[in-house]
């Protein structure tokens, strides 16, 4: 870290996911120059989907609803996770200079390494121990303001994993497991004792402690603890709402799915007659807004092979290979 930077701490006891992932958003927004934020918190009984995720493909909406569970989105990619009390939530929140998602990364490592447990970084955005994954990650980027955000199991429920997600055959295929439950586990079951017998309240507060200490080593900074600051009502009222969490469906004639290395896609068409009159682009990518711009793209155009090929010398200077594969996608099913 620069020598002028510093070190933020912000822990919350708000357990509603609407507050939380607003408050992620306006504090990497409002983050101050030479400043990384560790922001640590928890949601009660909270489906997290993607911000490109289908709820409706990604869950199981009626359930989530009939027991009283909260269905969120976050504006970050990646896939769908459960929280509950049993899970911490961390945040790294900086501005470009400072970001840097392979240090951000070694604060949690050294973090599990002081519970004594021997984690490790496996594939795109995963933390594993003893060949289990313990952590997932996403990241988000907007005019040079970023953050890593992720979940730590310490001791989630493991039922209600497989009760509120519906994770694709081919996604779980892709990771040689049969089921979702099979490849997590809880870091409650790889630290020694006293911590190990210890209630989840302790356990989550040991966690937190030892990823402060981790971030002031790695940083080289005394950590300063703030309270988390007065959230805008219209920030709060977008992550509460059903337009945000479940976004707006369109009718459609024509789905295509498939899975890439980078994430699997489920692209929907709305057809009149033989041109393309809408269309949604969902996917549990780490990108983001590349499924936007394919979207724009392919709205008003006629459903031909040659046309969608075409739509390739269109994309925005800059445009990822992901916008490519997906357009080819498309024209490859026609």
């Known amino acids: 870290m620069r020598p002028n930077s510093s070190l933020k701490v912000i822990r919350t006891d708000c357990t509603d996911p609407y507050v939380n992932l607003a408050a992620e958003e306006y504090l990497t927004m409002n983050a101050g120059e030479g400043v990384m934020t560790l922001y640590l918190w928890q949601n009660a009984h909270t489906v997290v989907i993607g911000k490109n995720q289908n709820p409706w493909r990604e869950c199981d909406v009626e359930a989530i609803k009939r027991d009283g569970v909260y269905l969120a989105r976050r504006i970050s990619g990646g896939g769908t996770v459960y929280h509950d009390m049993g899970n911490l939530n961390f945040?790294?929140?900086?501005?470009d200079g400072l970001f840097d998602i392979e240090r951000q990364t070694d604060v949690i490592l050294l973090a599990c390494r002081l519970l004594g447990i021997n984690a490790s970084k496996t594939g795109r955005n995963d933390l594993t121990v003893a060949g289990k994954k313990f952590?997932?990650?996403a990241y988000y980027s907007s005019?040079?303001?970023n953050y890593h955000h992720g979940t730590i199991m310490m001791d989630v429920v493991a039922e209600d994993l497989s009760k509120y997600l519906n994770v694709p055959e081919a996604k779980l295929?892709?990771?040689?497991?049969?089921?979702?439950?099979s490849r997590v586990t809880n870091l409650r079951d790889h630290v020694d004792e006293p911590l190990r017998s210890a209630d989840t309240?302790?356990?989550i507060a040991a966690m937190?402690?030892?990823m402060v200490r981790a971030a002031s080593r790695e940083y080289g900074s005394e950590p300063v603890e703030e309270a988390l600051p007065e959230i805008p009502k219209a920030l709060l009222d977008k992550y509460a709402s059903e337009e945000w969490r479940l976004g707006t469906r369109i009718p459609f004639e024509k789905v295509i799915e498939h899975r890439f290395e980078w994430g699997g896609v489920e692209i929907q068409l709305d057809m009149k007659g033989e041109y393309i009159r809408d269309?949604?682009?969902y996917s549990d990518a780490l990108e983001t807004e590349v499924f936007d711009i394919v979207e724009d793209l392919v709205k008003g155009r006629k459903y031909d092979a040659g046309e969608i090929h075409s739509l390739r010398e269109e994309l925005p200077e800059g445009a990822s290979a992901t916008a490519y594969e997906i357009l080819g996608l498309i024209a490859k099913s026609i």
Do not use: M
Request: net charge positive; proline share 0%; charged share 30%.
């Open 91 to 95: 945040t790294f929140i900086a501005k």
């Open 135 to 137: 952590s997932g990650h």
């Open 143 to 145: 005019g040079g303001y």
């Open 173 to 181: 295929k892709s990771k040689g497991v049969e089921s979702v439950r």
């Open 201 to 203: 309240k302790d356990l």
């Open 208 to 210: 937190q402690d030892a």
């Open 279 to 281: 269309c949604r682009v």
